[in-house]
């Protein structure tokens, strides 16, 4: 999901992490994928559709690109204000952040994804008769596999999402298969914005810098966990650990790129700005667990390549 503040994302994303489970299980039937013949009813964890959905409210910008990805952006009647990409998304005022279930039900959804349950808006929507899939932050690849092909059961679209979640385990095999061995891990810093904020290696896009064999200095400042992952480092660790890398998700929504990170008090001398290693990243692509997070390890691991093993 897209952030509307650095300090809003990162509580945000924690607080998903942590206060939701996994997602439901997968059901066994196997509907025809893209046709309105596909077998229905259709059941995923606790939730059953007797019917194909046609008019769909996304509340999740991860959920919006997986919908599209899968072939059900037909279906899709309206997306949060946040759901940006693709760019034919038919996006509304509509907020995953604060969602309002008079404003959802006005849309007549049949079936409403949502990325977590604020405002305890699932029991609101439950009451109006109006099914809901939850599709909580990702931590693993395995979930965002798991809500790929949960979402092709319920749309109708088993077979094409499980083409597409089968596309992305093949893509990231082969970015990952020939990466050299190197004696010395490289460090990295990932920036969710200029206060700071960071993620550990226990998150989804810690996991993703792991693939790549990096080493993530902001894991000492959660050790516990008791940030959920992402904590605010301060000026003086992230000098003192002085990254390889330092990748900045923060250059959509607060302009930070080389030179502004050069600017800041005693990050010039920083090994990743002196060799030219401050990577920019699509704020969007790297705070979502969609198809996409193939293109972001693939932007890491160019960047990574030009350091010799």
């Known amino acids: 999901m897209s952030r509307r503040t650095p300090r809003l994302f990162a509580a945000t994303l924690a607080v998903a992490a942590l206060a939701l489970g996994a997602c439901a299980e997968k059901t066994d039937d196997k509907p025809a ?16 559709l007797d019917k194909r959905p046609e008019k769909i409210v996304s509340l999740s910008p991860s959920a919006t690109e997986m919908l599209f990805a899968i072939g059900a952006g037909p279906q899709v009647s309206a997306v949060d204000d946040q759901s940006n990409y693709p760019a034919d998304a038919p996006k509304t005022d509509l907020s ?19 990325s977590n349950d604020t405002n305890k808006i699932v029991d609101q929507l439950g009451k109006l008769k109006i099914p809901v899939y939850l599709t909580p932050a990702a931590t693993t690849l395995d979930d965002s596999y798991r809500q790929i092909t949960d979402l092709g059961t319920l749309t109708g679209h088993a077979d094409q999402a499980a083409d597409v979640a089968k596309r992305m385990k093949d893509d990231i095999a082969k970015l990952v298969k020939d990466l050299p061995q190197r004696a010395e891990k490289l460090t990295y810093y990932h920036e969710l914005g200029p206060e700071l904020y960071s993620a550990t290696s226990k998150t989804f896009i810690g996991s993703i810098y792991s693939l790549v064999g ?77 198809p996409r997070i193939v293109d972001l390890l693939r932007t890491i691991i160019d960047a990574v390549a030009k350091v010799p093993a």
């Open 214 to 290: 990096l080493t993530n200095i902001a894991d000492p400042a959660d050790a516990d966990g008791k940030n959920g992952g992402y904590p605010q480092l301060s000026q003086e660790v992230i000098v003192k650990a002085d990254p390889d890398f330092v990748f900045l998700a923060d250059s959509k929504c607060c302009q930070q790129n080389a030179d502004s990170v050069k600017a800041r008090s005693g990050w010039a001398g920083l090994t990743a700005v002196k060799n030219n290693q401050v990577v920019t990243l699509d704020d969007d692509i790297a705070s979502r667990w969609g």
């Open 96 to 114: 995953g952040f604060q969602p309002n279930a008079e404003a959802i039900a006005g849309k007549n959804p049949d079936l409403v994804v949502l």
């Open 33 to 48: 994928a893209g046709t309105a013949a596909a077998s229905y009813p259709v059941t995923v964890g606790s939730l059953t």
